[in-house]
C-alpha cells in the first residue's frame, strides 16, 4: 500500500464520495483527513465572519472564493501524511496549492479523481438531504465543476499525479477500487 508519509488529494465532483473515501483511506492508511467542505462547514455552524461570508456562496452553489479557501488549506496542511478532499475546485487553486506545497517543502504523491455522472450525483445529492441539496443548487454545482474538472485534470496529469477512478457504486467498491490503484 503507500507510507504514512503520503500526501494525496481526493478530487470528484459534489456528491462522488470524496468525504467518505478520504475518511475511510485515512483511517485505513493512518493519514490525516482534512476536508476543505467541513472545514467551512465548522466556520457556517460556528456563524464566524468566515463561516458568514462562506454560508452566502454555499446557499448559491457557488464556489468560494479563491482567496479564503487557500487561507484556510494554508493553515490545515500539516507535514506528514494527508488526504486532501474538497480542495483544488479550480485551475488556479491548483497553483496555487502547488505555491503552498513548495512553501511548506511538501511533495503530493498522488491525485485521485473519482469520476461519476450527473444523475448518480443528482440522486446522491437529494438522498443526503443536506440544507443546501437542493435541485437546481445541485445543477449550478454540477455546471461549475464541470467547468473547472478537466483543466484540473489535466494540469495534474502534466504532473504525472493523475489516477482515475471509477466512483460509481457502493462505498466498499469504491474504496476498493482506490485501494487496488494505490498498490
Same mark, same amino acid.
Given at each position: 500500500?503507500?507510507?504514512?508519509?503520503?500526501?494525496?488529494?481526493?478530487?470528484?465532483?459534489?456528491?462522488?464520495?470524496?468525504?467518505? %473515501? @478520504?475518511?475511510? !483511506?485515512?483511517?485505513? *492508511?493512518?493519514? #490525516?483527513?482534512?476536508? &476543505?467542505?467541513?472545514?467551512?462547514? $465548522? =466556520?457556517?455552524?460556528?456563524?464566524?465572519?468566515?463561516?458568514?461570508?462562506?454560508?452566502?456562496?454555499?446557499?448559491?452553489?457557488?464556489?468560494?472564493?479563491?482567496?479564503?479557501?487557500?487561507?484556510?488549506?494554508?493553515?490545515?496542511?500539516?507535514?506528514?501524511?494527508?488526504?486532501?478532499?474538497?480542495?483544488?475546485?479550480?485551475?488556479? %487553486? @491548483?497553483?496555487? !496549492?502547488?505555491?503552498? *506545497?513548495?512553501? #511548506?517543502?511538501?511533495? &503530493?504523491?498522488?491525485?485521485?479523481? $473519482? =469520476?461519476?455522472?450527473?444523475?448518480?450525483?443528482?440522486?446522491?445529492?437529494?438522498?443526503?438531504?443536506?440544507?443546501?441539496?437542493?435541485?437546481?443548487?445541485?445543477?449550478?454545482?454540477?455546471?461549475?465543476?464541470?467547468?473547472?474538472?478537466?483543466?484540473?485534470?489535466?494540469?495534474?496529469?502534466?504532473?504525472?499525479?493523475?489516477?482515475?477512478?471509477?466512483?460509481?457504486?457502493?462505498?466498499?467498491?469504491?474504496?476498493?477500487?482506490?485501494?487496488?490503484?494505490?498498490?
Amino acid at each position: 500500500m503507500v507510507a504514512t508519509d503520503t500526501k494525496m488529494i481526493l478530487f470528484g465532483a459534489p456528491g462522488s464520495g470524496k468525504g467518505t %473515501q @478520504a475518511l475511510k !483511506l485515512a483511517k485505513e *492508511l493512518k493519514l #490525516k483527513s482534512i476536508s &476543505l467542505g467541513d472545514i467551512l462547514r $465548522l =466556520e457556517v455552524s460556528k456563524a464566524s465572519d468566515l463561516g458568514k461570508q462562506v454560508h452566502e456562496y454555499m446557499q448559491k452553489g457557488l464556489l468560494v472564493p479563491d482567496g479564503l479557501v487557500s487561507k484556510v488549506i494554508e493553515e490545515n496542511l500539516i507535514s506528514g501524511g494527508f488526504i486532501l478532499d474538497g480542495y483544488p475546485r479550480n485551475l488556479d %487553486q @491548483a497553483k496555487t !496549492l502547488d505555491d503552498i *506545497l513548495t512553501r #511548506k517543502n511538501l511533495k &503530493l504523491d498522488f491525485f485521485i479523481y $473519482l =469520476e461519476i455522472d450527473e444523475n448518480t450525483i443528482t440522486k446522491r445529492l437529494l438522498k443526503r438531504g443536506r440544507g443546501d441539496d437542493d435541485p437546481l443548487v445541485i445543477k449550478k454545482r454540477w455546471e461549475v465543476f464541470i467547468e473547472e474538472c478537466n483543466k484540473i485534470l489535466k494540469h495534474y496529469k502534466n504532473k504525472k499525479k493523475l489516477i482515475i477512478v471509477d466512483g460509481r457504486g457502493g462505498i466498499d467498491e469504491v474504496f476498493s477500487r482506490i485501494k487496488d490503484v494505490l498498490k
